[in-house]
């Protein structure tokens, strides 16, 4: 008995998985791309001068990584160690352009909220 009923629910899942499938095929057909609402897509993304100032300052703080990295480890050495130096100069720059990297995004995320807090709703800009 139990295997007999075990068969029929078996069935009857399948049946009614089938219903829904057929359903929600049928209600998607209903709609054509072009009738479905356009909508607005809100933004809450920092100004694009900001961001230039941040990706700058990203910039300047590599360079001056480099050079702090390089003139270190050119201190550090005393014949000809240009390769060395190179090296320095570029972990140096990597590390400082990192660094400021990582406060640039602090920053414009918060200003993104103070905005928020300060002015609800109107942060946001339509984005073409």
Not at 1 to 6: C, D, P, Q, S
Not at 46 to 68: E, T, Y
């Amino acid at each position: 008995m139990t295997g007999e009923n075990l068969e029929e629910s078996t069935h009857e899942e399948k049946k009614f998985e089938q219903e829904i499938s057929s359903m929600a095929t049928q209600s998607l057909e209903e709609f054509s791309i072009s009738s479905l609402p356009l909508t607005e897509t809100l933004t809450a993304e920092p100004s694009r001068s900001s961001q230039l100032l941040a990706f700058g300052s990203i910039i300047i703080g590599g360079l001056c990584g480099g050079l702090i990295g390089f003139a270190f480890t050119d201190l550090q050495c005393s014949d000809g160690c240009s390769g060395i130096s190179g090296i320095g100069g570029l972990v140096g720059a990597l590390v400082g352009a990192g660094g400021v990297g990582i406060v640039a995004i602090l920053v414009l995320r918060a200003m993104n909220e103070w905005k928020t807090k300060k002015h609800p709703g109107e942060n946001t800009t339509r984005k073409n």
